[in-house]
């Protein structure tokens, strides 16, 4: 007997953090994530190049750490780029994206 898998549907949003928002719904919506952790690192990269962030808001680097379906039988190398090209010019807006992407067996 196989149990249920509980997916993730939603998050609570962040007034002020446009591309948190924006990562996280992109990502819940498509690759119905049993897990998901997004974390805004950008304080830490304070005047770092690429530190401007997006638009006002100063978001920049971030970490995900990420369960989902979807990554079974990929490698790294293609859970990586599956990531980038659902988030699309989303990542042309950010300077860094730091990934753990794993399928719900590796957990």
């Known amino acids: 007997e196989q149990s249920a898998i509980s ?3 939603s998050f609570e ?3 002020g953090k446009p591309m948190y928002n ?6 819940i919506t498509i690759l119905k994530p ?13 005047g770092h190049a690429g530190s401007k962030g ?10 995900l750490e990420i369960v989902a ?9 293609k859970r990586h780029q599956l990531i980038y090209m659902l988030l699309g ?4 807006k950010i ?3 730091e990934i753990k992407a794993k399928s719900p067996a590796e957990v």
């Open 54 to 63: 997006w638009e006002e808001s100063g978001e920049s680097h971030f970490a």
């Open 13 to 15: 949003e962040i007034d």
């Open 95 to 97: 300077h860094a994206l």
């Open 89 to 92: 010019e989303t990542m042309q």
């Open 69 to 77: 379906e979807a990554f079974e039988g990929l490698s790294l190398v």
């Open 34 to 46: 049993t897990s998901i952790t997004l974390t805004d690192n950008s304080s830490q990269h304070a």
């Open 22 to 27: 924006t990562i996280m719904t992109t990502l």
């Open 7 to 9: 997916i993730v549907t």
